[in-house]
């Protein structure tokens, strides 16, 4: 059986990151809507919008160990075991999640409503995590409630810094982790990864000041909107031109856990990626750029 495992680095301790993965009011702050946990009585528990096939009751506590807990998701008629644990690797605090089975590669693209949102749920919530355990507000949840892919938040830096964040492929790939190429003009390629490696690459729309957009191949399109205003810059970033009766939420919520550590790399003094290290099976060499 496959297994991934995504970790993520967090300046807080291993008490508090403890603390967050065990109390549901704090579980309602970075992972979901909805929780409940009583680890004597076996429940941990979360639901809501926030959450694939969001109704109550598909979890089922397994295990809780140190600094760890384990238990079952039953998601898109699969049966997943999922490990949530919390250590110290050379001196820094470590956040993993395990998957049990975890698709490959290849099958998270081809099939986003399913196998996308099995790889790409818990790299978002974990950055959610680390901001909320680090006393800052988490960057933004997928709501899969409605197909709208729509995201506004403000950004402690000036709309030049934020463009060049979303346009300099050496930038984007140290907080995103994963290499891109990006050729920055109006009518330029883009892709995830290599040209080489991408007969279809997207294709630059606009590119100034204050709007960056992307299109797809198959007519999708990616666009970030910045105005900027005391200091801050709002960004709102929409994900459009898709069939809304299958939305693309594993592609949504791949960019925003990148884009929550770009707001934290424009915003905090000595930053360091927050992503660890990632275990994922048919992941193709060179693609993820880990620090």
């Known amino acids: 059986m496959s297994t991934g495992v995504v970790r993520v680095r967090t300046r807080a301790s291993v008490e508090r990151v403890w603390e967050a993965l065990t109390r549901a009011e704090e579980l309602r702050v970075w992972l979901a809507e909805h929780a409940e946990v009583d680890l004597e009585q076996g429940v941990y528990e979360f639901w809501g919008r926030f959450a694939p096939e969001g109704e109550r009751g598909r979890q089922k506590l397994l295990e809780v160990g140190e600094g760890a807990v384990r238990f079952s998701w039953f998601l898109h008629g699969t049966d997943y075991t999922v490990g949530l644990g919390v250590e110290t690797r050379d001196g820094e605090t ?86 891109a190429s990006i050729e920055p003009f109006v009518g330029g390629r883009w892709a995830m990864g290599s040209f080489e490696d991408e007969p279809n690459p997207a294709k630059i729309l606009s590119l100034d000041e204050s709007r960056f957009a992307i299109e797809f191949p198959d007519g999708m399109v990616s666009s970030w909107e910045l105005a900027e205003s005391g200091g801050k810059t709002h960004l709102t970033f929409v994900q459009s031109g898709f069939d809304s009766a299958r939305p693309p939420y594993g592609s949504w919520m791949g960019w925003l856990s990148g884009f929550a550590d770009m707001r934290r790399m424009l915003e905090i003094p000595d930053w360091k990626p927050m992503w660890h290290s990632m275990e994922l099976p048919g992941l193709p060499e060179g693609v993820l750029v880990l620090e």
């Open 94 to 179: 470590v956040v993993a999640v395990s998957q049990s089975p975890y698709p490959a590669w290849g099958e998270g693209i081809t099939d986003e409503a399913h196998a996308g949102v099995v790889q790409t749920f818990w790299p978002l919530v974990l950055a959610n995590l680390v901001e909320h355990v680090e006393g800052r507000p988490v960057f933004g949840f997928c709501d899969f409630s409605t197909p709208e892919q729509r995201l506004e938040v403000d950004i402690a830096a000036s709309a030049r810094e934020v463009l060049d964040a979303l346009t300099d492929m050496d930038k984007f790939q140290r907080y995103f982790g994963a290499r």
